[in-house]
Structure formats: structure tokens, C-alpha cells
């Protein structure tokens, strides 16, 4: 009960429930190597920052990247996504691209360090648009696995 004079608070609309739907995960795999290094630190600066990641030499890893789409359920295939338009959109923007390269040299990593993150940022929108030309499917979430210990999502991430 509001006391007289008193301006009641609005109404606080109730938290929306989205309703259940299906998504697909799919994992992919593919090596590649980089360098942990701010283009404006110096070496020294970067050394401090990355530590070992920062060595020049670089290092590679054997990257799984895990992406998680949704959409409607095609009722008479059962699925959201024909997973070899997937695998296609994967190979085309993202193994094509990234396997078996340093990601320092890539364009995109030229003003922003390499890191996990910002590679799961990076597939995420490579794969983002081609999805949608080719699909009812929606990118819902693009997981990169760096390590046993280290993994990195981007994305409607819980
Ligand atoms: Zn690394």
C-alpha cells in the first residue's frame, strides 16, 4: 500500500520466459599459432603482460572450436541445420582462413592482439552472416577451447 502523496514505483514488468528451443552444437579442430603482443607495448612491456605468450617465436595450439546454433526445427528432417551447410560455412570463413596460419597475420589481428577472445569474436561474425543467407538457422554461440584449462566463448553466452 502506497501512503498518500507518495508516487507509487511502476509496475516492474515480469521477467520474460523465453520458451524452450532446440539448438545444434557442432565442433570443429584445426592448429594454428600467435604471438600474445600489443602493437603499441614495447617487448618489454609485452613480456610483462603475456609473459611466455609474448615470445616472438610464437607457439601454436590446437584449436576446437565449438559452434552452437538454433532456428526452427525443420519438421520433416528433424533438425535446425543441415550440419554440411555448416561444416561448408565453417571451412569457407573460418578453416580457409585460420588453419595452420599464424593469427598475428591475419588482417583483423593487426590492431587487436590475438587472444582466444578475441578470436571466438572474430568466428563469431565471420560465420554470423553466411548463416544467415544460407539458413533459418540462428548463431546462438561460438566457443573457442584453447587448452585443456582455458576455453573462451562469444555470443548468448549463460
Ligand atoms: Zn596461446
Not at 539448438?23 to 618489454?44: E, I, W
Not at 576446437?64 to 526452427?72: F, K, N, Q
Not at 588482417?107 to 548463416?131: C, D, G, H, K, W
Request: proline share 8%.
Amino acid at each position: 500500500m502506497t501512503a498518500p502523496g507518495v508516487v507509487a514505483p511502476p509496475a516492474v514488468a515480469p521477467a520474460s520466459v523465453a520458451a524452450p528451443a532446440v539448438s545444434m552444437t557442432r565442433r570443429y579442430t584445426f592448429p594454428a599459432a600467435h604471438v600474445l603482443r600489443h602493437p603499441s607495448f614495447s617487448d618489454r612491456e609485452n613480456q610483462r603482460v603475456y609473459g611466455k605468450c609474448a615470445n616472438p617465436a610464437g607457439h601454436g595450439h590446437e584449436y576446437a572450436i565449438e559452434v552452437t546454433v538454433t532456428g526452427p526445427l525443420d519438421e520433416r528432417l528433424g533438425w535446425v541445420v543441415d550440419p554440411s551447410v555448416l561444416d561448408a560455412i565453417f571451412d569457407a570463413q573460418v578453416r580457409a582462413r585460420f588453419a595452420h596460419c599464424l593469427l598475428n597475420d591475419d588482417p583483423v589481428f593487426r590492431s587487436q592482439v590475438p587472444t582466444a577472445e578475441n578470436l571466438a569474436q572474430v568466428i563469431y561474425a565471420s560465420l554470423a552472416e553466411s548463416l544467415a543467407d544460407r539458413s533459418s538457422a540462428r548463431l546462438v554461440e561460438v566457443r573457442v577451447v584453447e587448452t585443456r584449462r582455458n576455453s573462451f566463448s562469444y555470443g548468448d553466452v549463460k
